[in-house]
Structure formats: structure tokens, C-alpha cells
């Protein structure tokens, strides 16, 4: 399997930043999925990173550091809505088609 | 509306029942996903299917069984040798199973409940 590992729980309040960060171990990396997933809902994507760099689409941005094996996400002008659990997930070169996932990150954003 | 289906929201049966869970797509995808996910738990692959009549197992395969008759299509049944069936179950497809890029999307998930 991959090794991919990121925190368990993390808390902010509102109008915070907040980075949650994931390391992995996939041979054959082949870029990395953040995913966003409210309770008892399905997971949405939320950004794409295959290259070193960071990519900005509005008040979430996700950095990758392939030589690493790091990416983080950050989450800027924290809402209410944005507590949900965040799942990181690579892609790997000779398993085309499947994604690993790490167990998710639950955020909960306090007033 | 193009998105994925999964029907129904929540499931009831019984211990020692077979039990299929439907995901239907209309977004043309190629790629089909089954996943388990237990409280606290990431995503953990069942089976998928890259192309019609074909499928592979993923990390947890035992006591469940798919088919891939149509594109569209790709039930999931959770046999009773499955020793521990409760969980809830994302459906997910993909628009090609081969391509180095591979943003899933998800249906909105089936909780089984054995009693």
C-alpha cells in the first residue's frame, strides 16, 4: 500500500488561517488530490497538484514539494462551512486510474 | 444533470443477507470506483473498473462482488461472507481509467446498516 499520513484533527476560528499537511510515500507519485468532505456527504475536490509550486484558487491553496513527499493545504478567511474533514490523496504511476487516500483531517472552525 | 447516483441513501438487512448496492453515472465516464468508509476512516477501495467488463479488486475485496455490464453501471454486492458489512459506501467514477490524471467524482454514498 502507500504510506500517506496527515493530522487526525485540527481547530481554528473564524476569518483564521490554517494549513493542514499531508506527507506520503507513493512510489510512482503521480500527483496529489485534496478533497473536501462534510459529514455523512461525499467528497468533493478541491485541487490538483502533480508539479513543485503552489496553486492558489480563491481562499484555498495547495503546495506540493514532490522531493518531500509533502503537500499542505491552506485555507485562508476560515467560514463556519469549512468544517468538514479534508482527504489527501495520490495518484500513482502504475496503478493509473486508482487514487490512495489518507484518512483525513477533521477541521472544525469555532466562532 | 450529469452526476452519479446512488440509490438507496440509507439500507437496512439483515446478518447472513446479500445485499446490492446500485451506481448509475451519466457523465460518460469510463472509470467506475467502489469505497468503504468507517467512522474516523478514510477511503478504502473495494473494486473498480477501468472499462466495460472488466474490474479489479482493490485493497479490501473479500466478501463483496461487482459486475460491469454497461458503461453507466456498476453494482456493488456485499455478500455475507463480508464479516463486517455496516459501513457507509461512496461510489465514484472517473473520465478515463488510464490517464495519469484522475479527478473522481463521487455520489452521494449508501450507509448499510446489518442488524
Known amino acids: 500500500g502507500q504510506n500517506i499520513d496527515q493530522p487526525t484533527e485540527m481547530t481554528a476560528t473564524e476569518g483564521a488561517i490554517v494549513q493542514i499537511n499531508c506527507t506520503y510515500q507513493t512510489s510512482g507519485f503521480n500527483g496529489l488530490f485534496w478533497y473536501q468532505q462534510h459529514a455523512g456527504e461525499a467528497p468533493t475536490f478541491l485541487s490538483y497538484?502533480?508539479?513543485?509550486g503552489l496553486e492558489e484558487k480563491g481562499r484555498f491553496s495547495s503546495f506540493l514539494s514532490r522531493s518531500k513527499g509533502y503537500s499542505y493545504l491552506l485555507l485562508k478567511e476560515l467560514q463556519m462551512k469549512d468544517s468538514a474533514s479534508y482527504l489527501c490523496a495520490t495518484g500513482r504511476g502504475s496503478t493509473l486510474g486508482r487514487l490512495y487516500f489518507g484518512r483525513g483531517t477533521q477541521l472544525t472552525v469555532w466562532p | 444533470d450529469g452526476g452519479i447516483t446512488q440509490s438507496p441513501k440509507y439500507l437496512f438487512r439483515k446478518e447472513g443477507q446479500n445485499v446490492t448496492l446500485s451506481c448509475e453515472q451519466n457523465?460518460?465516464?469510463?472509470?467506475m470506483y467502489w469505497y468503504r468508509q468507517d467512522p474516523g476512516q478514510g477511503l478504502r477501495l473495494i473494486y473498480y473498473?477501468?472499462?466495460?467488463?472488466?474490474?479489479q479488486k482493490g485493497d479490501i475485496a473479500e466478501g463483496y462482488s461487482v459486475s460491469r455490464e454497461k458503461k453507466e453501471s456498476f453494482p456493488l454486492t456485499v455478500t455475507s461472507a463480508q464479516k463486517n458489512p455496516t459501513a457507509f459506501y461512496l461510489c465514484?467514477?472517473?473520465?478515463?481509467?488510464?490517464?495519469?490524471?484522475?479527478?473522481?467524482?463521487f455520489g452521494p454514498g449508501t450507509r448499510l446498516t446489518v442488524l
Open positions: 473498473s477501468q472499462i466495460v467488463n472488466d474490474f
Open positions: 457523465l460518460n465516464h469510463d472509470a
Open positions: 465514484a467514477s472517473s473520465m478515463e481509467g488510464l490517464s495519469s490524471y484522475n479527478e473522481q467524482f
Open positions: 497538484n502533480v508539479l513543485d
